[in-house]
């Protein structure tokens, strides 16, 4: 690892926003010029949206909308393909995206008001889709479990993804909902080596712990995807059998990856990043990335980019096949149900539906 790390943090600089002409650059000793990265803290900023479902357009996932109540995260994924969406804000994909964290306080409000319009037509909605929904500012700000609460007062569906255990907190919303088959749950597992997580997702629960939260949803009747995401050639390609016998046994009810897919200033990001953190593998890492996209550390085509192609991606494709057969024969997550929703909600349960 070089000697320059800055712990704590997943990127290791604050990138160039694209969109901007000028850039910091530190020119004199005494540091006048230098913009203070080490040792940088969090900042919270308060934004007031005017709308919170999003309509995914992307041919990669079938209809449905996506929802966040934060954007930026602290987890500090190296790998987030969210990074770019901060450059949109004025700034960087890299440093920033993990310390200036927007907070949508009005989100609850906007949610039960958008279930309750008369046009709204019901359909899969993503918690999140962009940053995780359960990062630690949520502990305090709990507006993950205001808008489950609006969710389960509509009967509405909803699919969570996290790599928190603060989704544990919401044991109780999230049991009613599965009750009514309205809720499914994927726990994001990319490995099961602490010395990675430290690096790659520095800011997340253990891996340990992940595990854990997979066996407590399952265990109080929620459904668990696992999601083995994203695979690194020769990062972490290597330990797809070893996660999934782990949260199988845990009782997750099926499994999925995507392939590392590097979009604008991602790539130059991860490529700063691998070269400091594994300066023995770097080169060999990033070219077999770019052998499973095409020649490019990111490829745009609907249909492929998630699931990678040539040699190295097949090779992937196949560990994962034969691992799922072998941990999850018989295993499937429940269907969501849409018939229960309610768009005149009063907030009480009946015991009958």
């Known amino acids: 690892m070089s000697e320059e790390w800055i712990k704590g943090r997943g990127a290791q600089y604050n990138s160039l926003n694209r969109f901007d002409k000028n850039k910091i650059v530190q020119e004199h000793f005494e540091g006048l010029d230098e913009e203070p990265v080490s040792g940088r803290k969090t900042q919270f900023i308060h934004v007031y949206p005017k709308t919170i479902l999003n309509k995914v357009e992307s041919k990669d996932i079938y209809d449905a909308y996506s929802m966040n109540a934060y954007q930026g995260c602290e987890?500090?994924?190296?790998?987030?393909?969210a990074r770019v969406t901060h450059e949109y804000l004025g700034f960087s994909a890299g440093l920033d995206f993990e310390s200036k964290i927007m907070i949508k306080k009005n989100v609850v409000e906007l949610l039960d008001k958008a279930l309750s319009a008369k046009n709204y037509v019901p359909k899969s909605i993503m918690l999140s889709g962009n940053t995780d929904c359960y990062q630690p500012v949520e502990k305090e700000q709990r507006l993950t479990r205001g808008m489950l609460e609006i969710l389960l007062k509509h009967r509405h569906p909803v699919d969570i993804i996290t790599k928190n255990v603060l989704v544990l907190r919401d044991l109780d919303i999230l049991q009613e909902m599965a009750r009514r088959h309205l809720v499914n749950v994927s726990i994001s597992i990319t490995s099961l080596n602490e010395s990675l997580r430290l690096l790659m997702e520095p800011r997340t629960a253990t891996y340990r712990k992940r595990i854990e939260v997979v066996r407590e949803l399952s265990k109080a009747g929620i459904p668990v995807n696992v999601m083995i995401a994203p695979i690194v050639p020769s990062i972490n390609d290597h330990e797809i059998p070893a996660v999934m016998e782990a949260s199988a046994e845990a009782g997750a009810l099926s499994a999925g990856f995507t392939m590392v897919r590097l979009n604008g200033t991602?790539?130059?990001?991860?490529?700063?990043?691998?070269?400091?953190?594994?300066?023995?593998?770097?080169?060999?890492?990033?070219?077999?990335?770019?052998?499973?996209?095409?020649?490019?550390?990111?490829?745009?085509?609907?249909?492929?980019?998630?699931?990678?192609?040539?040699?190295?991606?097949?090779?992937?494709?196949?560990?994962?096949?034969?691992?799922?057969?072998?941990?999850?024969?018989?295993?499937?997550?429940?269907?969501?149900?849409?018939?229960?929703?309610?768009?005149n909600a009063n907030g009480q349960l009946s015991l009958f539906d």
């Open 75 to 81: 987890h500090g994924c190296i790998y987030c393909y």
């Open 266 to 343: 991602i790539g130059e990001i991860f490529t700063d990043w691998v070269r400091k953190a594994y300066p023995d593998r770097a080169e060999k890492v990033l070219n077999q990335i770019r052998e499973a996209h095409g020649g490019n550390l990111f490829d745009h085509r609907a249909g492929v980019r998630m699931r990678g192609e040539g040699k190295i991606a097949e090779s992937i494709r196949t560990l994962f096949t034969v691992s799922r057969r072998k941990y999850f024969k018989d295993r499937r997550l429940p269907d969501l149900d849409f018939s229960k929703f309610t768009r």
